[in-house]
């Protein structure tokens, strides 16, 4: 079968008008305009397989929300090709809409002043949600989103997290395949997420729903998607499995050792750096280019009296920023590969 997601050298240009300040500059951008491009998305390829999780990350302004509006069929790619089950997603979008659904994490696509049900109501004939059907999904939205308590508040008198649970319900009251998730978990505390996620996590399991979620919060990302895509200045600079990324680009690992006794005087082998001493314990970080667990085991362990010690994963965000900095470059044969920058402009 045919991935549900293709995009293919997929290129999106902004083009800014540019003014100078005041009535002459309002007049002489009227008559003579000039223009800046902003390349947004710089020429990105990838597929996307019914049932997948995907983490599509990056840092603020490297191109998610607008990869996601193509994807949706609100922006048109400046060039290049995006198809959603077959279908350009612009030109039929009414046929698409159907078949996705969109949340975008800083604002609510709900009726500010009607209550939740009303809204739901509303949507469920637009899509024409059978009777039977609607009234089962609400029962079971009840039980997983704990909606029950906001189906008579209005959207208004919410708060952040209760909108984004609203904000769910509403969006996959229609059973959608495929569900865009853009920053669903900002400005949540952790009950919230937790519940969130798992919700997410839910619909993919049992209902085969495909998901792309772009964040910025690592949390979303390693409790729900095996494979991300990281996009940087508008390219795609990784495609793979999280457990490569951390495998690969784990570049720092923490031992800590615990002593029976005060810990006493030590030096470091070579590699190896401090990172916190406590009366009877040593966190140690360690370069794994240079060095490997065992070895700074067994230093240590010849020049303290150590009780217990303990290998910690590295930390996925501390991973993403190596990557960012260019630990990738330097790595770039283990990369599966991506797209080649497309040389033809916009203009
Ligand atoms: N409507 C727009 N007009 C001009 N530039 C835009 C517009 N939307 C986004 N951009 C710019 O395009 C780049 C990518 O933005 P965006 O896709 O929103 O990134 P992200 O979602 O990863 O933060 C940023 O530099 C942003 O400033
Ligand atoms: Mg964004």
Same mark, same amino acid.
């Given at each position: 079968?045919?991935?549900?997601?293709?995009?293919?050298?997929?290129?999106?240009?902004?083009?800014?008008?540019?003014?100078?300040?005041?009535?002459?500059?309002?007049?002489?951008?009227?008559?003579?305009?000039?223009?800046?491009?902003?390349?947004?998305?710089?020429?990105?390829?990838?597929?996307?397989?019914?049932?997948?999780?995907?983490?599509?990350?990056?840092?603020?302004?490297?191109?998610?929300?607008?990869?996601?509006?193509?994807?949706?069929?609100?922006?048109?790619?400046?060039?290049?090709?995006?198809?959603?089950?077959?279908?350009?997603?612009?030109?039929?979008?009414?046929?698409?809409?159907?078949?996705?659904?969109?949340?975008?994490?800083?604002?609510?696509?709900?009726?500010?002043?009607?209550?939740?049900?009303?809204?739901?109501?509303?949507?469920?004939?637009?899509?024409?949600?059978?009777?039977?059907?609607?009234?089962?999904?609400?029962?079971?939205?009840?039980?997983?989103?704990?909606?029950?308590?906001?189906?008579?508040?209005?959207?208004?008198?919410?708060?952040?997290?209760?909108?984004?649970?609203?904000?769910?319900?509403?969006?996959?009251?229609?059973?959608?395949?495929?569900?865009?998730?853009?920053?669903?978990?900002?400005?949540?505390?952790?009950?919230?997420?937790?519940?969130?996620?798992?919700?997410?996590?839910?619909?993919?399991?049992?209902?085969?729903?495909?998901?792309?979620?772009?964040?910025?919060?690592?949390?979303?990302?390693?409790?729900?998607?095996?494979?991300?895509?990281?996009?940087?200045?508008?390219?795609?600079?990784?495609?793979?499995?999280?457990?490569?990324?951390?495998?690969?680009?784990?570049?720092?690992?923490?031992?800590?050792?615990?002593?029976?006794?005060?810990?006493?005087?030590?030096?470091?082998?070579?590699?190896?750096?401090?990172?916190?001493?406590?009366?009877?314990?040593?966190?140690?970080?360690?370069?794994?280019?240079?060095?490997?667990?065992? %070895?700074?085991?067994?230093?240590?362990?010849?020049?303290?009296?150590?009780?217990?010690?303990?290998?910690?994963?590295?930390?996925?965000?501390?991973?993403?920023?190596?990557?960012?900095?260019?630990?990738?470059?330097?790595?770039?044969?283990?990369?599966?590969?991506?797209?080649?920058?497309?040389?033809?402009?916009? %203009?």
């Amino acid at each position: 079968m045919p991935s549900i997601i293709r995009v293919e050298d997929a290129r999106k240009v902004y083009r800014i008008a540019q003014k100078d300040p005041g009535l002459k500059g309002a007049f002489k951008a009227l008559f003579r305009p000039r223009y800046t491009d902003k390349v947004a998305v710089d020429g990105i390829n990838f597929n996307i397989d019914e049932g997948e999780i995907v983490g599509y990350i990056g840092v603020n302004g490297a191109g998610k929300s607008t990869t996601i509006k193509m994807l949706t069929g609100i922006l048109v790619p400046t060039s290049g090709e995006v198809r959603v089950l077959e279908r350009d997603p612009h030109r039929d979008r009414v046929a698409n809409a159907r078949d996705i659904g969109v949340v975008f994490g800083q604002r609510t696509q709900l009726w500010w002043d009607l209550a939740l049900i009303e809204s739901l109501n509303t949507i469920s004939k637009l899509y024409e949600v059978p009777a039977a059907r609607y009234k089962q999904l609400l029962e079971e939205f009840n039980e997983t989103l704990n909606l029950k308590e906001l189906l008579h508040v209005p959207i208004r008198s919410m708060s952040l997290g209760q909108k984004m649970r609203a904000e769910l319900a509403a969006t996959l009251i229609h059973e959608p395949k495929i569900v865009y998730l853009d920053e669903p978990t900002i400005g949540l505390d952790l009950i919230v997420k937790e519940r969130i996620r798992e919700f997410i996590k839910q619909q993919n399991r049992e209902k085969r729903a495909t998901v792309i979620l772009t964040t910025h919060d690592l949390g979303d990302i390693e409790e729900l998607c095996k494979r991300v895509l990281i996009i940087d200045a508008g390219k795609l600079i990784y495609d793979g499995p999280l457990s490569t990324i951390r495998e690969r680009f784990g570049k720092y690992r923490t031992i800590t050792f615990e002593t029976a006794a005060k810990v006493g005087n030590y030096h470091l082998p070579e590699g190896v750096e401090m990172e916190v001493e406590e009366e009877r314990k040593l966190v140690l970080r360690f370069d794994r280019t240079i060095t490997t667990a065992s %070895r700074v085991a067994a230093n240590l362990m010849q020049q303290i009296e150590v009780s217990d010690f303990s290998l910690t994963e590295p930390d996925l965000s501390s991973i993403i920023k190596q990557i960012y900095n260019g630990a990738l470059k330097q790595a770039e044969s283990l990369v599966e590969p991506v797209a080649a920058p497309v040389l033809e402009g916009a %203009r």
